[in-house]
């Protein structure tokens, strides 16, 4: 009965395979001992976090399952992401992150198509780091570093600068785009956009297995003269 249950999870779309105790007992059989997948929306729980999507991904049987799960260790509030594929067996792992810590503003775990997006947010904004998947190696691959950020009130209490950093690690470009808004009207009074040619810096990996928090990527965006120089309008 448990096969049967097993393989209608299979059939049917994301979104009703959720709920279903036999997709989610497959999945912790594939991920433990060490991590578990359990979703809940109590306040301050890191579960709140966990996610199981299906990517845009066929291999195999059927779509790649994309599952965020958290640590059995209740003392530490880690959580990693496991991309499975459907075997004549059940599942299996082909592909996962580093293990990385959680707390009330991410990382939070959202799969569009053939893409891992991972994103921390913080007050006023937030970092994502996108993956893509590389058939060639069968697993994800880093292909974008975003940073958006709301500084209110910079030079001029009635204006705020919303500054976009965007890193496309095929092109080793930096676009780097800034926006003076009116608080009062809403209307943009200014718009500067710059992209430069940046190698990547020494030691930043590049496959998901050896994922960094979103958050970590702030000081390789935003230190330098040239953020300071797109922010003084």
């Known amino acids: 009965m448990k096969k049967l249950l097993i393989f ?8 009703a ?22 979703a809940d929306t109590v306040e301050g729980s890191y579960h709140k976090f966990n996610l199981i999507a299906e ?5 195999g049987r059927g779509k790649l399952l994309v599952v965020v799960a958290g640590n059995t260790d209740s003392t530490v509030e880690l959580n990693k992401i496991f991309v499975l594929c459907r ?28 893409k891992i997006l991972v994103t921390h947010d913080f007050e006023k904004g937030l970092d994502r780091l996108t993956y ?16 958006s950020n709301v500084v209110p009130g910079y030079a001029d209490d009635d204006h705020a600068v919303n500054m976009v950093q965007e890193y496309s690690v095929a092109g080793q470009a930096l676009t780097i785009k800034s ?21 990547l810096p020494p030691g930043t990996t590049l496959s998901l297995r050896k994922m960094s928090d979103p958050y970590d ?11 300071e120089q797109m922010v003084k309008y």
């Open 217 to 227: 990527y702030d000081v390789f965006l935003t230190e330098g003269h040239l953020y």
């Open 132 to 147: 893509v998947y590389n058939n060639n190696l069968s697993r994800f691959s880093l292909q974008k570093v975003y940073y």
């Open 87 to 114: 075997n004549n067996d059940g599942l299996v792992i082909i592909d996962s992150s580093a293990a990385f810590t959680v707390g009330d503003l991410g990382p939070r775990v959202e799969v569009r198509g053939n």
């Open 179 to 199: 926006t003076f808004r009116n608080f009062t009207t809403g209307q943009v009074d200014k718009i500067k956009k710059r992209e430069i040619n940046q190698k």
């Open 17 to 38: 395979f959720c709920q279903s105790s036999g997709l989610v007992d497959s999945v912790n059989y594939a991920i433990g001992p060490r991590y578990f997948f359990e």
């Open 55 to 59: 990517a845009g991904i066929k291999r």
């Open 8 to 15: 209608i999870c299979y059939c049917f779309p994301i979104g």
